[in-house]
């Protein structure tokens, strides 16, 4: 069956970095978009980084543009997420997602926490 598997989270300081991991399986995915998405207490999830299939088009909210990179390893079956300059505002809970044969697929999720 589809299973993403979140990897990497953890507590760092404010300025510092965490490499986010998602492990996929159960489906062709080469052939699938990926998201990073987040989800802070009290509020909703939302989007946090994309990337196609190929991983030629990347996009990024508005509050994490110029820190976050999204890219992924189609052999290894794995998207990533490099999280730069860490804020207190970063902190939640982070989602890989993807959407295959119509169904919205979604990891168990990574806390990260910006803390000093």
């Known amino acids: 069956q589809v299973q993403l598997v979140e990897s990497g989270g953890g507590l760092v300081q404010p300025g510092g970095s965490l490499r986010l991991s998602c492990a996929a399986s159960?489906?062709?995915?080469?052939?699938?978009?990926m998201n990073w998405y987040r989800q802070a207490p009290g509020k909703e999830r939302e989007l946090v980084a994309s990337i196609t299939s190929a991983g030629s088009m990347t996009s990024y909210a508005d509050s994490v543009k110029g820190r976050f990179t999204i890219s992924r390893d189609n052999r290894k079956r794995a998207v990533y997420l490099q999280m730069n300059n860490l804020q207190p505002e970063d902190t939640a809970v982070y989602y890989c997602n993807t959407q295959t044969l119509g169904i919205t697929r979604w990891g168990q999720g990574t806390q990260v926490t910006v803390s000093s």
């Open positions: 159960g489906f062709t995915f080469s052939t699938y978009g």
